[in-house]
């Protein structure tokens, strides 16, 4: 049958020592580290040593983004502060179903808006990751004040920080949806946590 659409399954489990490897690779490109805070390579002994503080550490949770069963991404979180949970990701995978990056932004929200003790999800971006910001501003965060960054190729930059009141997202998400292409609500609508 032709006409029929299909769009890809976005499973979200968490990172086990099976995926070490391939989240080390991921982590390692250039242009991941470039959107990190810390952008210095990672050693295959750094990684595992994190990896061995995460089993203990209740308050991050880090979970492998698969769409149709092939890992293409990394989704991250941890407790800020009460009610306060900070998230962050990356596609580690460039040949990625178009809208990946917007079905990240709507997992996480998804995500800590089905945690009841939550009240805010929160974000940092680099500022010259214009992409990201735009995004955030486009599902509806508040700013808050910026950060001071430090330097990155020679130019100083700032940190946009970003907050998400979860019953916003909870009263408004069918209507923020409603915005985006057609395709992507349907993707949406397949998001799977396990």
């Known amino acids: 049958m032709t006409g029929i659409k299909t769009y ?15 989240v080390w690779h991921w982590r390692n490109q250039s242009e991941i580290r470039r959107n990190m805070h810390n952008d210095a390579p990672i050693s295959w002994q750094e990684h595992l040593s994190w990896f061995d503080k995460l089993q203990s550490d209740e308050s991050r949770q880090v979970f492998i983004f698969k769409q149709n069963d ?12 009460q009610g306060v949970i900070e998230w962050g990701c990356y ?19 998804d995500y800590a808006a089905t945690q009841i003790e939550l009240s805010s999800l929160y974000a940092e971006v680099l500022s010259f ?18 950060r001071p960054g430090q330097m990155r190729n020679d130019e100083p930059y700032m940190v946009n920080v ?11 998400r069918i209507r923020v949806l409603a915005r985006l292409p ?13």
Not at 162 to 172: G, I, Q
């Open 8 to 22: 890809p399954i976005s499973h979200f489990s968490a990172l086990t020592a099976a995926d070490l490897e391939r």
């Open 70 to 81: 092939r890992p293409i991404g990394v989704l991250n979180f941890s407790q800020r502060s």
């Open 91 to 109: 596609l580690g995978e460039t040949d990625v179903w178009p809208g990946s990056g917007l079905l990240l932004e709507i997992a996480a929200l």
């Open 129 to 146: 990751n214009q992409s990201v910001v735009r995004m955030h501003e486009f599902f509806g965060y508040q700013p808050l004040p910026d």
């Open 162 to 172: 970003f907050s998400y009141e979860l019953d916003e997202w909870r009263k408004n």
């Open 182 to 194: 057609k395709q992507i609500c349907a993707a949406a609508d397949l998001i799977q946590f396990t």
